[in-house]
């Protein structure tokens, strides 16, 4: 069969070939709808190790939040491991529909559905509280005093430090925290428990981190405190840089039964959840979002 045959051929077939397919995905949705809605678990897409956040000894505050929603629901929590970083979460578990939910994404992440946000977290500077050196906003001169600044590249943190000409002469620090491994083509993760560790034991002045992922090792440690970094940053062409992110939970684009039910329990689960947060000692900001 030649090419202008075979070329003939699907152009004739492809409008059936379209109609098909439709049906195809419109039985599949709704199949996929109606499990959803009917089962007994809430399939939860989650890391296996990486704890603050999740485990598979379910010790993260996100899986005790991913039960405390469930239980509202009338459901269990049923985690769906992966081995890798949560940021593939996304795209190798929940689009591939082997779970139903991811917890802890930024509200309006558009890769997904995302549910009213249930909190508000910040990045924050981490010191020990005998330090001599009185940081408390990205202005502040006592910055440019530290001998050593952890940060994670690609973060808010990052990009401020750019801002201020602060980024080359901490980059070998900053490397040292990933073990000098290149991160091209790979996502590595600094360990917040060591970020925190260097600025207790006084390798560094001082280190920059998303609140939720070092909360728990700064409460940890009596010696150490945590401030609240202000959200009005810019860069020198004025692009804001924010560091203030509202927390919800997402869902596939065409489960809106789910996201509905998770709206209702976030609301019933509220004061477990602000429990949870609160015990692992992440500062909470008031919510700009909550509808």
Request: charged share 25%.
């Amino acid at each position: 069969m030649d090419k202008a045959t075979r070329s003939s051929m699907w152009t004739d077939l492809a409008p059936l070939a379209t109609v098909a397919g439709i049906a195809a995905f419109t039985v599949t949705a709704l199949i996929s709808h109606r499990s959803v809605a009917e089962s007994n678990e809430l399939k939860v897409c989650a890391a296996s190790k990486e704890l603050p956040y999740s485990s598979v000894t379910e010790d993260g505050f996100e899986n005790k939040i991913a039960k405390a929603v469930a239980k509202a629901m009338g459901r269990k929590a049923s985690f769906v491991w992966h081995e890798r970083p949560s940021i593939y979460l996304v795209r190798d578990k929940l689009l591939n529909n082997e779970c139903d939910v991811v917890i802890g994404l930024d509200h309006g992440d558009p890769r997904v559905l995302t549910t009213q946000p249930y909190y508000r977290a910040p990045y924050v500077f981490i010191q020990r509280k005998d330090s001599k050196l009185n940081i408390k906003t990205w202005q502040s001169p006592d910055l440019f005093k530290a001998d050593k600044i952890g940060f994670v590249d690609g973060t808010p943190a990052a990009a401020m430090m750019q801002q201020l000409d602060l980024h080359s002469v901490h980059f070998n620090y900053m490397k040292s925290l990933l073990n000098f491994k290149s991160r091209r083509n790979q996502f590595i993760r600094v360990d917040p428990g060591r970020m925190v560790g260097e600025v207790a034991s006084g390798k560094a002045d001082v280190s920059v981190a998303f609140a939720p992922e070092v909360a728990r090792y700064v409460k940890a440690n009596p010696d150490l405190k945590l401030t609240v970094i202000p959200d009005n940053n810019f860069r020198s062409d004025g692009e804001i840089v924010r560091h203030h992110f509202d927390q919800a939970m997402g869902v596939r684009k065409n489960d809106t039964v789910l996201l509905k039910e998770l709206n209702i329990a976030i609301e019933k689960a509220w004061p477990e959840i602000q429990n949870i947060l609160e015990a692992e000692g992440i500062p909470l900001l008031e919510l700009a979002n909550r509808s």
